[in-house]
C-alpha cells in the first residue's frame, strides 16, 4: 500500500537549514494498524505530512496505492487525499459553525455528491459511531471523544483505503482515549490501513506495528503481533 | 455557481460577522447611490436645459443692429447699423442653406394692451408668419400668424397663455377684440411657450402691420432664421458670409465684430453639449473614486475573513477541497457583498430620483430651479454598466484574498491551534 525508500526532508528558517528526516525506508501493508512513535522533533509529524500528501518530499520515492508520488499539483493531491485518505487529528479539526452530521458530509460534498445524499450517508455514519442523536449537533456542544469520533466518522465517509491518525487520543482522557482505539482497531479490522502516530506508548503497544522514530531515521521497529508480522520486513538501509 | 451548498457557507460566514459585513456593504452602497443620483441629477439638469433652450430652435441664429467701433469709408466709428426689410429680403435669398428666417421689429411706446376692463404690460413682437418655426410654440388654441395675416395686413394678434390668463380670466379668448395702443387686434391664437423667464408674457402680430400703423418705416430690430442641417463650422461660414454681406449694404468694416451682433445656436448648443459631457465624466470620476472606496473596504474584510478561516481552509483542503473551491468560495463572497450592497445602493438612488419627480421636490424646495430639472433619470445602459462595474469590483475585491486563501498550506493552516 505504501512503500518509502530513501524519503529526505529538510525546512530551511531563514539562514538554517533543518532536516528533517534524514532517510526514511519503510513498507506499509494494506491492513496494517500501525504507530509510529517518537519524542517531538523526531520527524513524526513530518513524516506523517508527506504519507498524508499535506507536504512533499524532497528525495526519495513514495510509492502509494501502486502509484509513485511525485510533486504534483495542489489540485491533484486533494483528490488524492478526498479519495484515498482520511484524516483524524488530535484537535479534532471540526469546523465550528457545522453540526456534526454537516462536518461529517463535507469530504464528499468535494466529490459532488448530491446533498441529500451526503446527508444521510453521513447520518449512517454517525450511527456507526452512536452519534445519531447528536448529528444536529454543533462541534461546541460535544465532547472530547464525542467530538473525535465525529472526526473518525467524516475520516470514513469516503471509505478511503488509509486512516492518517495524528495523535488521535491527545487531547482525551484515559477511557475515551481507549474507546477511540478501538474504534480505529474496529476500522482496520474491517481491511483498511491505519496509520497512528503518537507518543504515548499504551496506545502505541495497541497497535499492531511500532516504527520508532529518532533525529529524522527510523531507530526500531517493533512488532507486536508475531502472527501479523511474517510480511511485513524492515527493508535494509540501501546506499 | 447556484450551488446551495456555496451560498449555504457564504451566508454562514456573513452572518457569523453581520455587523462588519454590514458596514463594508455600506460603503459600496454609498458608491453606487451618489454614481447613480448625481448621473440621474445631471440628466435632469440637461433635460432641463435642453428644453429651456429649446425656445430657440437649437439650428436657429439671430442677428441684431450693433454700433460700428472702427471708422470705415469717411464714416466715423460709433455709427448705428438699423437692418431694413431689404436687409431681410437679401439674406432669405443669398444664404441657401436657410430653413425658416423671420424678422422683428418693434413698437415704440408704452405697451400697454387691454381688453375690457383687464389690462397689462406685455412685450409686443411684430415677426413675420414663419417665426414660428425658430421659436418652438406650443399652439393651444386657433393658430399662428400665417402668410395671408402679412400680406393683408390683417390686425390680427397670437397671445401667449399668460397674457390669456390676464386679460380673458374668464372666457375663451378667439375672436376678441383686444387693444394695442388703442388699436383692436383680433385673436387669433393662444400658446404655450418655454422660457428662462418665468414672467415672459409675449404678443405676436405680423411685422407688416406694426410697420405700416406703429412703425410707419422699414426698420427691423432683428432676423431670426433657421439652417438646415448644418455642421458648428458651416455656421460659422454662414455667419461670416452675413457678416460680408451686410458690411458691404451698411458700409462698415469687414473687421468689425461690433456692427453686427449674430447669436449662433448651433454653436451654443454644441458648447453645452460640451459641458454636459463635461458634467457626467466628472459625475463618473467621483462616484468610480466612491466605488473604489467601497471596494477597498471589501478586499479589506476578505483578507480578515481569509486570515480568521485560514485553518478552516486547511481543514477542507485536508479532507479534499480544491484550491478552485476554495477560490471560488473567497471570490464569491466577494461578489456577493459588493453586488447585493451596490444594487441597495442602486435601488436607493433610483428611489430618490423617482421620489423627486413624483413629488416635484424642487418646485417644493426651490421653485425657480425647478425648469432646470426635469425629468431625472438614469436609463438601462447606466444600472446595466453601473452593475458590470460592481462585480468586476468585486471579483477584484475578492481576487488577492482568495488567491491568498489557495495558497494556503493545510499542514500550516492545521498546525495554527
Not at chain 1, 5 to 11: A, R
Not at chain 2, 145 to 154: A, G, I, K, M, V
Not at chain 2, 291 to 303: A, K, P, S, T, Y
Not at chain 2, 323 to 337: C, N, Y
Amino acid at each position: 500500500m505504501i512503500r518509502l525508500q530513501n524519503i529526505h526532508k529538510s525546512y530551511i528558517t531563514g539562514t538554517n537549514k533543518l532536516h528533517v528526516l534524514k532517510g526514511i525506508d519503510l513498507h506499509i501493508k494494506e491492513g496494517e494498524l500501525l504507530s509510529i512513535m517518537g519524542s517531538s522533533g523526531s520527524g513524526k509529524s513530518t513524516l506523517l505530512n508527506i504519507l498524508g500528501l499535506l507536504d512533499n518530499h524532497d528525495d526519495g520515492v513514495y510509492v502509494l496505492n501502486n502509484e509513485e508520488i511525485k510533486s504534483m499539483s495542489e489540485t491533484k493531491a486533494a483528490k488524492l487525499r478526498n479519495n484515498l485518505l482520511g484524516f483524524v487529528f488530535q484537535s479534532f479539526n471540526l469546523i465550528s459553525f457545522k453540526n456534526a452530521m454537516e462536518n461529517v458530509a463535507l469530504p464528499l460534498y468535494y466529490q459532488k455528491v448530491s446533498r441529500k445524499k451526503r446527508n444521510k450517508l453521513a447520518l449512517e455514519y454517525l450511527d456507526k459511531m452512536g452519534l445519531k442523536e447528536w448529528a444536529h449537533h454543533m462541534p461546541n456542544e460535544l465532547s472530547g471523544g464525542q467530538k473525535q469520533r465525529v472526526a473518525i466518522a467524516r475520516a470514513m465517509i469516503t471509505q478511503p483505503k488509509i486512516i492518517l491518525a495524528d495523535e488521535p487520543t491527545g487531547a482525551l482522557d484515559s477511557t475515551t482515549s481507549i474507546e477511540v482505539m478501538d474504534l480505529l482497531k474496529e476500522i482496520n479490522q474491517s481491511g483498511i490501513t491505519v496509520i497512528i502516530v503518537t507518543h504515548e506508548n499504551d496506545i502505541a503497544h495497541m497497535t499492531d506495528r511500532i516504527i520508532n522514530l529518532k533525529d529524522g531515521i527510523i531507530e526500531s521497529i517493533i512488532d507486536n503481533n508475531q502472527i501479523n508480522n511474517t510480511e511485513s520486513v524492515k527493508i535494509p538501509i540501501q546506499e | 455557481m447556484f450551488d446551495r451548498d456555496k451560498w449555504q457557507e457564504i451566508f454562514s460566514t456573513i452572518r457569523k460577522n453581520k455587523t462588519r459585513t454590514i458596514l463594508t456593504g455600506f460603503s459600496v452602497a454609498t458608491g453606487i447611490f451618489m454614481l447613480i443620483f448625481l448621473l440621474g441629477a445631471g440628466r435632469g439638469l440637461r433635460n432641463g436645459m435642453t428644453s429651456v433652450f429649446a425656445q430657440d430652435a437649437t439650428n436657429s441664429m439671430q442677428i441684431y443692429g450693433g454700433r460700428t467701433t472702427k471708422a470705415y469709408k469717411g464714416t466715423p466709428e460709433g455709427k448705428f447699423i438699423q437692418m431694413v426689410n431689404d436687409d431681410f429680403l437679401n439674406l432669405k435669398k443669398s444664404i441657401e442653406k436657410i430653413d425658416a428666417i423671420s424678422a422683428m421689429s418693434y413698437i415704440p411706446g408704452a405697451e400697454t394692451i387691454s381688453y375690457k376692463n383687464n389690462f397689462g404690460n406685455f412685450n409686443v413682437s411684430p415677426v413675420h408668419d414663419t417665426y414660428k418655426e425658430i421659436k418652438n410654440f406650443e399652439i393651444l388654441k386657433g393658430r399662428f400668424l400665417n402668410q395671408n395675416d402679412l400680406d393683408e395686413h390683417r390686425k390680427v394678434v397670437a397671445i401667449q397663455d399668460e397674457v390669456k390668463k390676464v386679460l380673458f380670466p374668464n372666457e375663451t379668448a378667439l375672436n376678441k377684440f383686444i387693444n394695442i395702443n388703442d388699436i383692436k387686434f383680433k385673436v387669433i391664437g393662444v400658446f404655450h411657450q418655454q422660457s428662462f423667464d418665468d414672467n415672459s408674457r409675449e404678443i405676436y402680430i405680423p411685422i407688416t402691420v406694426a410697420q405700416k400703423i406703429f412703425n410707419n418705416n422699414d426698420h427691423i430690430r432683428r432676423i431670426s432664421f433657421t439652417l438646415d442641417n448644418v455642421s458648428v463650422e458651416e455656421s460659422k461660414n454662414i455667419e461670416q458670409q452675413i457678416t460680408y454681406k451686410m458690411a458691404a449694404r451698411h458700409n462698415f468694416s469687414k473687421e468689425d465684430k461690433n456692427a453686427l451682433w449674430i447669436q449662433n445656436n448651433i454653436e451654443n448648443s454644441q458648447t453645452f453639449a460640451g459641458l454636459f459631457s463635461a458634467i457626467e465624466m466628472f459625475v463618473w470620476i467621483i462616484g468610480i473614486f466612491t466605488i473604489v472606496l467601497g471596494v477597498i473596504g471589501v478586499f479589506n474584510i476578505m483578507m480578515i475573513v481569509v486570515r480568521e478561516r485560514t485553518k478552516e481552509i486547511g481543514i477542507r483542503k485536508a479532507i479534499g477541497a480544491s484550491p478552485s473551491s476554495v477560490v471560488g468560495l473567497i471570490l464569491m463572497e466577494a461578489i456577493f457583498i459588493t453586488a447585493a450592497s451596490g444594487y441597495v445602493g442602486l435601488i436607493a438612488g433610483v428611489g430618490l430620483l423617482e421620489a423627486i419627480n413624483q413629488f416635484d421636490m424642487i418646485e417644493k424646495i426651490y421653485a425657480p430651479a425647478a425648469i432646470y430639472f426635469i425629468d431625472p433619470q438614469v436609463d438601462l445602459g447606466i444600472a446595466v454598466g453601473a452593475t458590470v462595474v460592481l462585480v468586476i469590483t468585486g471579483a477584484l475585491a475578492g481576487f488577492f484574498p482568495a488567491r491568498k486563501a489557495a495558497a494556503i498550506r493545510p499542514i500550516e493552516a492545521l498546525r495554527d491551534e
